[in-house]
């Protein structure tokens, strides 16, 4: 898929969930669909749309969400919302993330893993480690995290955009509530960003870039 398809089907989502969701929700939505949907078949929205419907208000309205996701997909171009991560995007585009970003990754990375129960994380980082597989990630990234997870090395990542850095912090997640169920997820992710918080509080700004 190339930058201007992306573009285009991105515009989509937005179009099709602004109704329902808050701007700040909204951007969160389209990182994860970008992160693991967009180079899925349609069919798969209805499980997008189950992703981020995980309050009582949102889950009553998924029939209406993934509706109005469909009609969205199925409109003309130029009858699409603006991208709204374009302009955020091209000012990324050349410059790599500050080193407080990527050691607030390598952070909150390493502090989820340790809220995977121990009966559960050797799984949990097979499914994490065939995930990464399937996503569009730069090979020095990949390699990184291929060797945490499937060597139980220290996480150290190479100068990276930091809307990739977010999108793996997504797709943990998104493994985290398969495997623990979205209750257990969050919590550890409280959990994990205020270990980060409290044990490197410079950290704070590059962390909440990453949320």
Known sequence: MNAQ???EKRRAIYTGLKPFLPREDLLQALSHW???YADRPRFTLQRFVADICRDDVLRGRRSDILLSLVQAMN???ASLLPDPLHDK???RADGPVSASTSAAFCA???A???RVPLQTRHSFRLDLLSSLSRRHLPPALLGAMQSWLGNDQPLKVPAAQETLLQSLVNRTYVVLCERLGPVAADKALVEAVRTVQAAHPDMDKALNGLL
Do not use: F, K, R
């Open 108 to 110: 909150l990375m390493e």
């Open 89 to 91: 995007q091209l000012a």
């Open 75 to 77: 409109m003309p171009v």
């Open 5 to 7: 398809e992306l573009s």
């Open 34 to 36: 970008e992160a693991n």
């Open 112 to 114: 989820l893993m340790t």
